[in-house]
């Protein structure tokens, strides 16, 4: 806690009850027994390391509790709901609709992520999950794969980060694309959560 008040540019004297620059060598730091969480990678694997392990350990866990109920969704939320599902109907059944673009927002806490999960178990209950790859939900940031259990909207559609020039996809990377969206009948859902 003590760190993430420091933050980019913080007063570090304006911590409370902590002595500049003594953070990390205080007898709580130094007698802290560190590995008993598992912290023995080497310094420049400890953000690998620590993203593998959330995948591996929190990410199924999660999972299990991800199902929400639409019968739950308050006004505005069912809005937004019917809206999309009627989209999804249409398109299912192969009835001429037009793209729909969305944006939903609100401040924090008012539902949005409970109204994506809400679509998503409609999705799933209506399409029977081996299908449900039509309705995509990659995040904009690791944060938000970590909230929502996606991957980033970069790795779902195979964006280069680094670079602000488009390639086009061959080989393996081209290949891993294709079978991403090889369940999808003609037409994918793309929702993004805002952070
Ligand atoms: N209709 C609802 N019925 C019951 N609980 C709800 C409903 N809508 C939202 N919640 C609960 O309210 C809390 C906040 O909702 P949620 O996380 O979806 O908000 P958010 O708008 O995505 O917030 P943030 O912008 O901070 O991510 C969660 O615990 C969620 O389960």
Known sequence: MALAWMGPNADANLLQGIEAGQLGRRALDVGHDWEAYGLTLPADQVITGYMIRLKQQEFPQRVQHNFTNPDLLNTDQRKVFELVLRHFERSRHNLPVEQILLIVQGSAGTGKSFLMKALECERN????????????????TIVATCNIRRRTVHSALRLPIRSTQ????????????????????GRCHLVVPGR
């Open 125 to 140: 209950r209506a399409d029977n999950v081996e299908y449900s790859p039509t309705c995509m939900r990659p995040a904009p």
């Open 166 to 185: 488009l390639q086009p996809l061959n080989g393996k990377s081209f290949r891993s694309f294709q079978r991403s969206f090889s369940n999808t009948p």
